[in-house]
């Protein structure tokens, strides 16, 4: 009986997990470099990312990830596309939209790439200091 009180005390709840690894992508709150950037600093601290977005920002999700699988920083690990039903004010009825969700992980050379783009950038800082 002990056993299975511990089990039940050691689950997590659905409602109670908040993923640390997680970018609500909008395609007209923020440049579309913002996310790029925030996915990159994501991958190094938790290894993966994971993109969502509803309705139209579906484009700027897509464009994020292949900007980071182009550049060799990312390899994609799972693709989810769901509707969600949302409240309009100016209808009684909830209208649906379409969800996203990309799943990316870091590649095996993902240091060596973001070490690489650090070095660029001091030695760009360096020529123009001179």
Known sequence: ????????????????????????????KKPLFFYVNLAKRYMQQHNEVELS????????????????????LAVEKKITTSTVDMKDETRARPVQKAKIEIL???????????????????????????
């Open 1 to 28: 009986m002990e056993e299975i009180a511990e089990g039940v005390n050691n689950l997590n709840l659905a409602g109670d997990v908040i993923k640390k690894n997680r970018i609500q992508v909008s395609n007209t």
């Open 53 to 72: 977005a509803l309705g139209m920002a579906i484009a700027t999700v897509v464009t994020v990830a292949e900007i980071l699988k182009n550049n060799g």
């Open 104 to 130: 990316l992980g870091k590649t095996a050379n993902f240091d060596e790439l973001m070490a690489a783009a650090a070095e660029e950038r001091e030695a760009g800082n360096v020529e123009e200091q001179v």
